[in-house]
């Protein structure tokens, strides 16, 4: 595993021209954490002086928030027949933003990635290889703006073509890619590989071919001149056959440029000492005055107010990746415990959103679910609970167990990827020590996980000041941006010094 520990926090170097592409982007538009990273991670280079420049999809909720925008370019790609226009507007106050519009593609409201139906875009494919062509035209300067970037930074399968067609132009800028979930991988069948006319060399074990079908994400992993995962655990189990999907073998051979960089959070927007959303701000030194938001969440959600109640939250995607079977598994067991209750928001696979309603209903006054997307109860959450629920089964990193420590919300986590490095399990050591701040557990089973709530149970009974100061830990950690986004500067500076040698032989 490549080491990235010898950057410098002061930068000496010449600032850096970086596009970084992305399907999804906070304000803009959200279905998970890469948005969130997408959202907060340029602001903070655009801090450090970098010339940093954002390029998404038009999607209709996108180009709605983001006017005004103009026209800059109409770009001609291949294996597309439309011309595309290209439009530029301004993200968070300084950054400039392009827009891919082509709307027989993107102009659709709801999901980027998901019909109505809850099935992928049936064309998701040239959806996503026009966007990665958009991107290619503005890393060679085609794009008419008279720019060039030193580096492109990738970001998850949708942009995965971006390295894989841009690997033999003579005067290309450098490439990372970052992985933010290996689960998604943008696999389609050799058809579609003709059909977007793809370079036919690039059909081949070595390139995008995988197992008989055309792998997106194969294009970064195998082109990319940098790779990283967002945590350094996750980068280290997607190399075991466990946690790899059969690209392990490939993460392995290009070891030496893979590395992890845990994500940061946006420290304002998730602030309990300045949050619009809540009822009641609170900080590390008032850290009492978080009651107030358990009671006005246990209203909002429909459950008993009671200050003593233990309130276990939820937020997140419903999908199997979560573990929500194993909190599923549990709920009965859950619902004999004293005083206890959960509440849930999240929206996902339908047998999910269904098994947790039934729930709901079974075990009322208990367990409370909110099937949806919001973002402010999202919040309402993160500052009502005493305790987070996150039994991922894998978890490249994990925003909310970081939003959690910083709302004095400990987390009960299972022991992978970003949670095995940013939670500190509570054991006599590290009470000793002072550095616990949640709850881990490794097995991903329903038992496991019953052991770590009980424990966090047992010790939320103890005096009010041992919780109080095993909250208050975490919400002093330290999980800005700053740190990570320096490491990744240095990675673009490693990424432009050595490309990569053409993989296909
Ligand atoms: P992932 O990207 O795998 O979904 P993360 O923990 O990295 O997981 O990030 C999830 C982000 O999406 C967090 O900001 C979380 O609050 C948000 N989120 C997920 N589901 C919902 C929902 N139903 N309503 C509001 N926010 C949600
Ligand atoms: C992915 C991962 C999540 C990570 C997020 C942002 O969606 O599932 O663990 O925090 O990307 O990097």
Request: proline letters at 7%.
């Amino acid at each position: 595993m490549d080491s990235i520990t010898n950057f410098s926090l002061t930068e000496s170097q010449a600032p850096l021209k970086v596009l970084f592409a992305t399907s999804e982007a906070q304000p803009l538009i959200k279905t998970g954490g890469l948005a969130d990273v997408s959202g907060s991670l340029p602001p903070v280079l655009r801090h450090l002086n970098h010339d940093i420049r954002l390029i998404l999809p038009a999607y209709p909720e996108v180009v709605e928030k983001a006017i005004p925008l103009k026209e800059v370019a109409t770009l001609y790609l291949s294996g597309h027949s439309e011309p595309v226009r290209l439009l530029s507007g301004v993200f968070s106050g300084n950054i400039p933003l392009y827009l891919v519009d082509a709307p027989g593609l993107f102009d659709r409201l709801g999901n980027p990635y998901v019909g109505p139906d809850g099935h992928d875009w049936p064309d998701n494919a040239q959806r996503f290889a026009l966007f990665c062509r958009a991107i290619v035209a503005m890393a060679l300067n085609q794009a008419g703006q008279n720019w060039q970037p030193d580096i492109i930074h990738c970001n998850d399968w949708q942009t995965g073509l971006v390295p894989a067609l841009l690997h033999h132009e003579g005067n290309r800028p450098a490439t990372l890619f970052t992985i933010h979930n290996l689960a998604y991988q943008g696999l389609f069948d050799r058809t579609t590989f003709q059909k977007l006319q793809l370079p036919s060399e690039l059909w081949s074990h070595d390139g995008l071919e995988f197992h008989g079908k055309l792998s997106f994400i194969k294009g970064g992993l195998a082109f990319a001149d940098r790779l990283n995962t967002v945590s350094p655990t996750y980068a280290h189990e997607i190399c075991s056959t466990e946690f790899g999907y059969g690209l392990e073998g490939l993460l392995r051979h290009r070891d030496d440029r893979l590395s992890g960089i845990l994500n940061g959070i946006d420290y304002q927007y998730w602030n309990p000492a300045a949050d619009a959303y809540i009822h009641q701000y609170f900080d590390s030194n008032s850290f009492e005055l978080k009651q107030t938001n358990k009671l006005q969440l246990q209203k909002e959600m429909g459950l008993p107010q009671d200050k003593s109640a233990f309130l276990l939250g939820y937020i997140g995607r419903l999908v199997e990746q979560k573990g929500i079977d194993l909190i599923l598994e549990l709920l009965p067991k859950l619902a004999q415990v004293e005083n206890l209750q959960v509440a849930m928001l999240g929206s996902g696979l339908p047998q999910f959103e269904e098994a947790l309603s039934d729930a709901s209903e079974r075990y009322l006054g208990k367990m409370a679910i909110h099937i949806g997307y919001n973002e402010q109860l999202a919040h309402r959450i993160e500052a009502g609970s005493d305790c987070f629920l996150m039994p991922s089964r894998f978890e490249p990193c994990g925003l909310n167990q970081l939003y959690s420590l910083r709302y004095g919300t400990v987390p009960i986590v299972r022991r992978t990827g970003g949670l095995a490095d940013t939670v500190i399990d509570v054991t006599p050591q590290s009470l000793l020590d002072t550095s616990a701040t949640g709850f881990v557990f490794d097995h991903p089973t329903a038992p496991a996980l019953w052991e770590a709530i009980e424990r966090a149970i047992e010790f939320y009974h103890r005096p009010a000041s041992w919780w109080q100061k095993l909250a208050i830990t975490g919400m002093r950690r330290d999980f800005s941006w700053p740190n990570s986004a320096i490491q990744y500067v240095d990675l673009y500076r490693k990424a432009i010094l050595s490309p990569t040698p053409n993989p296909i032989k």
